[in-house]
């Protein structure tokens, strides 16, 4: 498999904390994988770094090929990665249809528009009002985001992340927060665009059921460093893995 | 997300300027005066809330671009006594000079932001008072005509008195007033917003924030200079006072008073802010404590502002038409 994404030598410091420590790893296209690793193992520092949130110290980040370790964020978005985010990231004040139509209208280069009224991008509210039927909140689209339910604001999350039309999208804790039926609709939607929009979907997530049942492949990180990778069967069974993650489960 | 007006709110408008037009027929001097001033502000103020209400971006330093356009205009309707040059330049100048610091300003926010844009406010005021070659000291510029409106060779029309020049304000504030509405209802006023909830999330959908941010800062010093260059020809003066980070807070009072959210909320706020202070003043010589009192109480009972009470009531109400 070709890499999507690679990184080589990645390394950030906060202070006196190592947060990311030499990392060198491949994302392939087309491989839906997880990231696990303890608390401060250096899981969203990589997403950080990847997508262009810190800046690393030293590395280098490689996507389709070229090197975007400087790149702008909304260059590197315009490339074709996107993301979302740990802690809920949406735009509250604004509907859930305009909250939608802001990547729609960006991917199409007519975000800075100043001279017409919005509901003359008819080709953009109409892609955004199917997005928003694909992830189930149609009949939200007049209300404030930030009166949807917690829920219904991580769906809007994904599609938000997903309207960029990204070829690798990385979801931190896309699950967190959720009960039972909200996970199963958010897991049921990422394998879906995984197959229709052919998203590569890289996740960052704590919940073992949710890795274990989504994954074809995982990565796990401790200390700022990749300790082992592998098919979920491996991982399940890498004895160090056990030891340092897995087994505090137990 | 529709930037229409109700059938109820156009009627409305189509009446208040309707009236506002034929306000020298019916009214005297100095409601006509009164009239130039709130809507000088009125644009101002809607120019500071493209960046406070709109983007997020809180700046104490708009009354530098104020006087940049009224600076500008002074000077070149002293040299040239063409009452569009004037503004146009005075325009051009505050546009121009809120490019600049905006390329400094806008890579920072909150506070930071907010402390940069006071500092280059008052820099913009020493320079009115320090540079008197040019600005006159703090004598300032005086004896600027109300030049008449022409273009060579295409027309010429006079504007020396009071009740003509108020046409211009008005013909020149509605333009700006109908150009911003169109703008926040744009694609370009969507991203904006999307800037003010979340730079982040904003960032990470593909939009360049930084940039929107300098669009966002240059228009808003273009419209404190169309509102700058409005002045001088009015007063026939100006001095450096109008630079000061005082002058600053005019906008940030009216808008907080007439409300962030509501598009008419700095132009209702304007209205406010010299109705009150008018009143006030005519009562006591310590019309600032009183005004103060009041500012206090309309800003604490209606925390969205005033337009807040229509917002809501607008939000309430079942829509007549749906959005395309």
Same mark, same amino acid.
């Given at each position: 498999m070709t890499d999507l994404l690679a990184t080589q030598g990645l390394?950030?410091?906060?202070?006196?904390?190592?947060?990311?420590?030499?990392?060198?790893?491949?994302?392939?296209?087309?491989?839906?994988?997880?990231?696990?690793?303890?608390?401060?193992?250096?899981?969203?520092?990589?997403?950080?770094?990847?997508?262009?949130?810190?800046?690393?110290?030293?590395?280098?980040?490689?996507?389709?090929?070229?090197?975007?370790?400087?790149?702008?964020?909304?260059?590197?978005?315009?490339?074709?990665?996107?993301?979302?985010?740990?802690?809920?990231?949406?735009?509250?004040?604004?509907?859930?249809?305009?909250?939608?139509?802001?990547?729609?209208?960006?991917?199409?280069?007519?975000?800075?528009?100043?001279s017409h009224r919005i509901e003359r991008e008819s080709a953009a509210i109409a892609e955004a009002r199917a997005l928003l039927r694909e992830i189930g909140l149609s009949g939200e689209e007049r209300l404030r985001a930030g009166a949807l339910s917690h829920g219904d604001q991580r769906l809007l999350e994904l599609g938000i992340a997903v309207a960029p039309a990204p070829e690798l999208c990385f979801l931190d804790e896309p699950s967190s927060g959720l009960t039972p039926v909200e996970r199963a609709r958010v897991l049921d939607l990422i394998r879906r665009f995984s197959a229709e929009r052919r998203t590569t979907f890289v996740i960052v997530e704590h919940d073992m059921d949710v890795v274990f049942s989504l994954a074809q492949w995982i990565v796990v990180m401790n200390r700022g460093q990749v300790l082992a990778e592998g098919p979920p069967a491996e991982i399940r069974e890498n004895r160090a893995v056990r030891e340092v993650y897995l087994g505090e489960l137990a | 997300m529709t930037g229409r007006l109700s059938r109820r709110a156009a009627t409305l408008v189509a009446l208040l300027v309707v009236a506002l037009f034929l306000l020298p027929w019916v009214a005297g001097h100095y409601p006509v005066y009164l009239a130039m001033q709130i809507l000088i502000l009125a644009v101002f103020s809607l120019g500071f809330n493209l960046l406070f209400g709109y983007t997020g971006l809180l700046s104490f330093g708009q009354a530098g671009f104020f006087a940049v356009g009224a600076y500008g205009c002074a000077k070149i309707l002293l040299a040239v006594p063409n009452l569009l040059l004037g503004i146009l330049g005075g325009v051009a100048a505050a546009g121009v000079a809120a490019l /600049? &610091?905006?390329? @400094?300003?806008?890579?920072? =926010?909150?506070?930071?932001?907010?402390?940069? $844009?006071? +500092?280059?406010?008052?820099?913009?005021?020493?320079?009115?008072?320090?540079?008197?070659?040019?600005?006159?000291?703090?004598?300032?510029?005086?004896?600027?005509?109300?030049?008449?409106?022409?273009?060579?060779?295409?027309?010429?029309?006079?504007?020396?008195?009071?009740?003509?020049?108020?046409?211009?304000?008005?013909?020149?504030?509605?333009?700006?007033?109908?150009?911003?509405?169109?703008?926040?209802?744009?694609?370009?006023?969507?991203?904006?917003?999307?800037?003010?909830?979340?730079?982040?999330?904003a960032e990470f959908a593909g939009v360049p924030v930084r940039k929107y941010r300098l669009a966002a800062f240059t228009i808003a010093g273009l419209y404190a200079?169309?509102?700058?260059? /409005? &002045?001088?020809? @009015?007063?026939?003066?100006? =001095?450096?006072?109008?630079?000061?980070?005082? $002058?600053? +807070?005019?906008?940030?009072?009216?808008?907080?008073?007439?409300?962030?959210?509501?598009?008419?909320?700095?132009?209702?706020?304007?209205?406010?802010?010299?109705?009150?202070?008018?009143?006030?003043?005519?009562?006591?010589?310590?019309?600032?404590?009183?005004?103060?009192?009041?500012?206090?109480?309309?800003?604490?009972?209606?925390?969205?502002?005033?337009?807040?009470?229509?917002?809501?009531?607008?939000?309430?109400?079942?829509?007549?038409?749906?959005?395309?």
């Open positions: 390394s950030k410091r906060f202070g006196d904390f190592v947060a990311m420590n030499g990392v060198t790893l491949g994302l392939p296209a087309g491989r839906l994988t997880a990231i696990i690793g303890p608390n401060g193992a250096g899981k969203t520092t990589f997403i950080n770094l990847a997508t262009g949130a810190h800046l690393p110290d030293t590395g280098t980040v490689f996507f389709k090929g070229e090197a975007i370790t400087r790149l702008a964020v909304h260059r590197r978005i315009r490339k074709g990665l996107s993301r979302s985010f740990q802690i809920m990231n949406i735009f509250a004040q604004l509907s859930v249809l305009e909250n939608m139509l802001v990547p729609v209208l960006a991917r199409h280069g007519r975000a800075g528009i100043p | /600049l &610091l905006g390329i @400094l300003s806008v890579r920072h =926010t909150r506070i930071y932001f907010s402390m940069l $844009t006071l +500092a280059f406010g008052m820099m913009i005021f020493s320079i009115a008072w320090k540079w008197r070659d040019y600005t006159g000291g703090d004598d300032g510029l005086v004896g600027v005509p109300r030049a008449p409106l022409e273009i060579p060779g295409v027309f010429t029309v006079s504007v020396a008195a009071l009740d003509r020049y108020y046409y211009v304000v008005l013909v020149l504030s509605l333009v700006a007033i109908y150009v911003m509405h169109r703008l926040v209802h744009s694609p370009l006023g969507l991203t904006l917003q999307a800037i003010r909830d979340s730079e982040v999330r200079g169309l509102a700058g260059a /409005l &002045l001088p020809p @009015l007063e026939n003066t100006v =001095t450096p006072p109008i630079a000061h980070w005082s $002058t600053s +807070a005019e906008p940030v009072l009216a808008t907080l008073m007439g409300g962030i959210h509501a598009f008419s909320g700095p132009i209702v706020g304007a209205f406010l802010f010299l109705v009150i202070k008018d009143v006030i003043f005519r009562f006591t010589e310590y019309w600032l404590i009183w005004f103060g009192v009041i500012v206090v109480a309309l800003v604490l009972g209606f925390p969205g502002g005033v337009m807040s009470i229509f917002e809501k009531r607008a939000r309430a109400a079942p829509r007549d038409e749906e959005p395309a």
